[in-house]
């Protein structure tokens, strides 16, 4: 199937359905509620497109079924959001869905009110056992034999005969209980990371939302960047902004300024913010939707102009930026990005990001394509339409006082890319020329 044929999907207006291309779902930034003049995201048809994304992959790697409890893999499979980022560190809920596409949701009262307005959802049921050694205590062991007895009593009822499933971090005592009860068990990464890669134009559209959040917060930056304001105050803008926009969380707070920007990733603190120095941060951002804005860029606090090694630095990463999204299209090798990559002077190259470019769907996800000085961790495959994928640059000096670190979000397309980041690089930054 085709990810662009205007055939293939469209969008919901008051009226009447209208055709919807990723390329035209790349150029729209949908209204934050429903207005009914207005189009909307049709979330029911999101919801569909992923859930057999999720039942097709099931199919081609030999899954009769998947237990899910990451909270993001749960909401990409059925749509359903319950306490997530208390389900990361604590495995409370959690969904078995077979690969004919019975769902059936486990969780607390909450989860389970909201898991039943959901027509991805066939069952919810209220006899969770949490795999959590919080709820049982000593008697994790004989919670997880429970726990597994319930599971295989839904793979014999949905799955026929099959019996390999995948089982998302459920820990060693029950993935043994399982396998004594005649279960075979793997880890489902492979085959969800190949159901998240391709996106629908909705999520586009999704993403587009968490895209204007991100970019709100970051004009609060910059409006409050002044001499004298701390990186954790700076910070709190886009956090105020995430919060009011109703996205999720910010995976980190990755905000430097001055000397802190050179090595990077060192998070915000409390260091008061002078004029002069370069204030460099990556928005890392989980939206409305649970969908991600991956975005960097770097600001100049003044009064004052920015000095030429700091035009140098911005531009060196803005031309990598730029050259390595040129190379983000349908059919190209993870290989041959890596060898037409951008190649920053002499000096200024050794201090690389960890990768060059990675996925981006509901967060951070498959494929990450590394630098050459990262061989060991390469592998191969090729870019997809209907791929998003975060394009990255950090330049700095080994030793420096200063870095850069830019970062663009693009659509892959059948004929080349869109970027779908659209908050504008800083022209006093940018080459006099620009």
């Keep these: 199937m085709r990810m662009n044929e205007a055939t293939d999907y469209s969008i919901s207006f008051a009226a009447k359905p209208q055709p919807l291309t990723l390329e035209q779902a790349a150029m729209i930034t949908p209204p934050m509620q429903s207005i009914d003049t ?13 859930k057999n994304r999720v039942r097709e992959q099931l199919a081609i790697y030999g899954f009769g079924a998947v237990v899910l409890t990451e909270p993001l893999s749960i909401r990409y499979a059925v749509g359903v959001r319950n306490c997530a980022l208390f389900q990361m560190h604590i495995k409370a809920g959690y969904l078995f869905m077979s690969a004919d596409g019975h769902a059936v949701y486990f969780d607390s009262a909450p989860g389970r009110s909201t898991g039943a307005q959901l027509e991805t959802i066939d069952e919810v049921r209220d006899d969770i056992l949490p795999l959590s050694y919080m709820f049982s205590g000593n008697r994790q062991e004989e919670w997880a034999k429970n726990w597994a007895a319930q599971i295989a009593d839904l793979v014999a ?12 971090s459920s820990g060693s005592l029950a993935t043994a209980a399982l396998e004594d009860l005649g279960l075979r068990v ?12 391709i996106k629908c134009p909705e999520e586009i559209l999704a993403m587009n939302q968490a895209i204007a959040v991100a970019e709100d917060g970051m004009t609060r930056m910059r409006d409050n960047l002044r001499n004298g304001v701390t990186e954790l105050q700076l910070w709190s803008h886009m956090w105020q902004a995430l919060i009011e926009g109703g996205g999720e969380w910010i995976d980190y707070r990755l905000l430097a300024s001055g000397e802190r920007t050179n090595p990077w990733q060192q998070e915000a603190s409390s260091r008061m913010i002078r004029a002069g120095d370069m204030v460099v941060f990556d928005c890392g951002m989980l939206g ?7 975005i960097s860029r770097a600001f100049n606090c003044g009064p004052g102009k920015p000095t030429d090694y700091q035009r140098k630095l911005y531009t060196l990463a803005w031309n990598e930026i730029r050259h390595n999204a040129d190379l983000m299209r349908t059919g190209a090798s993870f290989r041959e990005i890596i060898d037409r990559r951008y190649m920053v002077e002499e000096g200024f190259g050794f201090q690389t990001y ?6 981006l769907g509901m967060g951070d996800e498959w494929p990450v394509i590394y630098y050459p000085v990262d061989e060991k961790f390469h592998y191969d495959g090729e ?23 830019l970062e663009d979000q693009v659509l892959i397309l059948d004929n080349g890319h869109i970027v779908l980041s659209r908050y504008p690089y800083e022209e006093s930054l940018l080459p006099r020329e620009v």
Excluded: Q
């Design 186 to 197: 793997s880890d489902p990464a492979e085959a969800l990371a190949a159901a998240r890669k």
């Design 354 to 359: 960890p990768c060059l470019a990675h996925g």
């Design 157 to 168: 009822r949905h799955c026929g005969s099959e019996t390999h499933i995948g089982v998302e």
């Design 288 to 294: 409305p939707w649970s969908y991600g804005a991956d």
């Design 383 to 405: 870019i997809e339409t209907g791929m998003v994928m975060c394009v990255e640059s950090y330049v700095g000096e080994i030793g420096g006082a200063e870095g850069v670190k």
């Design 38 to 50: 207005e189009g909307i995201i049709d979330v029911p048809r999101m919801r569909a497109f992923r």
